[in-house]
C-alpha cells in the first residue's frame, strides 16, 4: 500500500487546513485510515483516525476543531482542521492500517504562525 499525503502549509492561528491522503495498491476488507502528527522534541501522537465502516476516533485536542472523513472509493482519508493553534503545528502523517500491516505516508508539515 502506498500513501500519497497532500495539503500542509503555512496558517495563522484560528484558520483552517484540509489535509488529504489517498491510499494505492492493496486495499480490501476492514481497515483504518488516520493521520497522526509530531512536533519537535516530541512523540507521534494520534490525530484522528477513521475505520472503514465510518467509527472515528479524535485525541481529546482536537475534538470539536478537526473533523476526519474519508471516500472509500478513492480509498482517500481527509482532516478537516478548523481554529488552528500554534500547538497544532507538527509534521502530520498519514496511516493506514489493515488486518495485515500498518502503512505510513509522508506526512504533510503544518505550521500555525502569525
Known amino acids: 500500500v502506498q500513501l500519497q499525503a497532500s495539503g500542509g502549509g503555512l496558517v495563522q492561528p484560528g484558520g483552517s487546513l484540509r489535509l488529504s491522503c489517498a491510499a494505492s495498491?492493496?486495499?480490501?476488507?476492514?481497515?483504518?485510515m488516520g493521520w497522526h502528527r509530531q512536533a519537535p522534541g516530541k512523540q507521534r501522537e494520534l490525530v484522528a483516525s477513521m475505520t472503514s465502516v465510518g467509527n472515528t476516533n479524535y485525541a481529546d485536542s482536537v475534538k470539536g476543531r478537526f473533523a476526519i472523513s474519508r471516500d472509500n472509493v478513492k480509498n482517500t482519508v481527509y482532516l478537516q482542521m478548523n481554529s488552528l493553534k500554534f500547538e497544532d503545528t507538527a509534521v502530520y502523517y498519514c496511516?493506514?492500517?489493515?488486518?495485515?500491516?500498518?502503512?505510513w505516508g509522508q506526512g504533510p508539515l503544518v505550521t500555525v504562525s502569525s
Open positions: 496511516k493506514f492500517t489493515s488486518v495485515r500491516a500498518a502503512y
Open positions: 495498491g492493496s486495499i480490501s476488507g476492514f481497515n483504518v
